[in-house]
């Protein structure tokens, strides 16, 4: 390492800088410790409402440093590691409590950073052993469950030092997802998607806007493609900050569409890592322009739909509604869905519940009381955890539902083969046309299907397929 007068880093081009710390350094005592740590209310949000120049170094400068570079740099903002148990510089012997609150008095926007699991297919992490800093668990059981407990967990512990650092509520937090093939792995992408969804919740939660930094091929893509998705249940980060090298002094990339966080929620890393001398004082850093106002948070309680007044209307046994055609319940796709989310795919899922009379009301389109009673009751009947949401399972279960248990192969048409078609949609198949009819297409998803769930690959639906489908394996 260089004598810390030079302040170089010793960073590899992957991040130049954005890089964690041992299992042990940050070990937090979570929960009640979040509720009683300081709130150093004097503190103003951070980076607070700023457009201009910046700079980030993985270990914090010193306080001389940030006095002259203040005076004699065009830089006015400045990213800062706070936590992460994947991040190269592990000391920040500079960064405390006092260090921020000079930073930000003396005119400084911080931008605090933190790098903890990466991509499960990333071929740099762990850093240090699956022990210390493990990778993003990609098993996609429970809709990555898994991952989101990560994410969620990885938020507490920002919070946590966010807090004993002095950095207020309202301020945003970027996660660092470093670049990663994401057209790897399917699972490898999904969760760390879900990963990014839990920690933004979970920032909001405790009052803290969500941020996220990453290269702009990979992760800035990654989550603008999600952004966009036809019900998309992915939370977005209030800010991003994309790692794109191509030397303008802007917040535009070739590879995030234009009304993407736009205007006043991004931030981009322009050039990577080098040296800068201002009034006699050498840094290695990465430059960056930044356009970023401070993000109008959710609230903290968790949202619940209000009900109608009289609740839908009462149909009884009828299973017709002029909601529900061919149209409105077939889909290329149908993801995990909840009550607080604005979708379309709850005009499929009470049709669906009502032909098979766990929804004995007038289809609306909004997720009622009625519809969580009758997911319910559907989820205890096929043995799926009764849950207040509809998983992709759920869903794989539910458009099988009524089959008449035929043989279907190649060139057969009917409903049946409708609902195969649904089904493995709902299953992750490639974007099947449902029409009917067992095509080529068909079959080859079908053979997928069942080499995905280890059963023969005969690309036929028989006994042993429509079980699996019934009881939602995906």
């Known amino acids: 390492m260089l004598p810390r007068s030079t302040f170089q880093s010793t960073v590899t081009r992957g991040r130049r800088g954005l890089a964690g710390v041992l299992a042990g350094a940050i070990a937090l005592t979570l929960g009640a410790t979040l509720l009683s740590a300081p709130a150093y209310a004097a503190n103003p949000v951070t980076p607070g409402n700023f457009t201009g120049l910046g700079f980030d170094q993985c270990e914090a400068p010193s306080q001389a440093a940030m006095s002259t570079w203040i005076k004699k740099s065009p830089f006015r903002a400045a990213g800062i590691y706070i936590s992460g148990a994947s991040r190269a510089c592990q000391r920040q012997s500079n960064l405390s409590a006092t260090w921020v609150s000079n930073q930000l008095a003396a005119g400084w926007h911080l931008m605090p950073i933190t790098l903890g699991p990466q991509a499960s297919c990333s071929t740099r992490y762990p850093r240090y052993g699956k022990n210390i800093d493990p990778t993003i668990n990609a098993s996609t059981t429970g809709t990555y469950s898994a991952a989101r407990a990560q994410g969620a967990l990885e938020a507490r512990r920002a919070v946590q030092a966010a807090r004993n650092l002095g950095i207020v509520p309202g301020s945003t937090l970027f996660y660092d997802l470093e670049a990663f093939n994401t057209s790897q792995s399917t699972a490898c992408t999904w969760s760390a998607l879900w990963f990014l969804s839990a920690w933004t919740q979970e920032l909001h939660r405790y009052s803290y806007a969500s941020g996220l930094y990453s290269s702009a091929a990979s992760g800035i893509k990654m989550i603008d493609d999600a952004r966009v998705r036809p019900g998309n249940q992915i939370a977005m980060p209030d800010q991003i900050w994309v790692a794109d090298w191509n030397g303008r002094a802007d917040t535009h990339s070739s590879y995030i569409r234009s009304d993407g966080w736009h205007p006043y929620a991004r931030a981009h890393q322009y050039q990577g890592g080098h040296d800068e001398t201002w009034g006699g004082v050498r840094i290695n850093i990465d430059r960056n322009y930044l356009d970023l106002r401070t993000p109008r948070l959710p609230g ?38 909840n009550p607080t989310m604005n979708t379309t795919l709850v005009v499929p899922l009470q049709c669906l519940l009502k032909q098979r009379l766990f929804y004995p009301y007038e289809v609306t389109g909004t997720w009622n009381a009625q519809t969580t009673a ?28 009524g089959n008449g248990g035929r043989v279907l192969k190649r060139g057969d048409t009917g409903a049946d083969v409708i609902r195969v078609q649904r089904a493995l949609n709902a299953a992750g198949s490639p974007r099947l046309t449902v029409n009917g009819i067992y095509t080529r297409r068909t079959a080859k998803a079908v053979g997928a299907y069942q080499r995905r769930v280890h059963l023969a690959r005969t690309r036929v639906v028989a006994a042993q397929t429509w079980g699996a489908l019934g009881v939602g394996r995906r």
């Open 374 to 401: 009758a997911v319910h009751a559907f989820q205890k009947r096929v043995g799926n955890t009764a849950r207040s949401y509809v998983s992709r399972s759920d869903w794989v279960s539910l458009l099988v539902a």
């Open 300 to 337: 903290t309680a968790t949202p619940v739909p209000a009900p109608a007044p009289a609740g839908p209307r009462y149909t009884g046994t009828t299973l017709s509604d002029p909601k529900c055609t061919p149209a409105t319940i077939s889909r290329a796709s149908y993801v995990t869905i």
